[in-house]
């Protein structure tokens, strides 16, 4: 099983990315798959989740009304578009499977046993 993010960028304020992350081995529709990120000296923050069981989404209270996930079933692909970044949202982007996850009513790093290497995010003028 493996899970590979893509799309990070050096963007300036109020702008706007499009990170992939690329299954395989699995189905992207068969597991829950979940976006975090984690900036120099923080602690790895949940940004998004989409449920395996009904496509349901949730986000991190910092980033709620300006990131949407997204699934392509065909492309075996989840996709996170960002917009109006802020410099916060500078980070290292994270994409990870949760094979037994359900739901993303609450979702933890822990939950999640397949993580990629990343994509760097940095949002700055």
């Known amino acids: 099983l493996q899970v590979v993010e893509s799309g990070g960028d050096l963007v300036q304020p109020g702008g706007s990315l499009r990170l992939s992350c690329a299954a395989s081995?699995?189905?992207?529709?068969?597991?829950?798959i979940g976006w975090f990120r984690q900036a120099p000296g923080k602690e790895r923050e949940g940004v998004s989740c989409i449920a395996s069981s009904d496509g349901g989404s949730n986000y991190g209270d910092s980033v709620k009304g300006r990131l949407a996930i997204s699934r392509d079933n065909a492309k075996n692909t989840v996709f996170l578009q960002m917009n109006n970044l802020r410099p916060e949202d500078t980070a290292i982007y994270y994409c990870?499977?949760?094979?037994?996850?359900?739901?993303?009513?609450?979702?933890?790093?822990?939950?999640?046993?397949?993580w990629g290497q990343g994509t760097q995010v940095t949002v700055s003028s």
């Open positions: 081995g699995f189905a992207v529709d068969y597991y829950t």
């Open positions: 990870a499977a949760a094979p037994t996850l359900l739901s993303c009513n609450t979702f933890y790093a822990s939950d999640f046993a397949t």
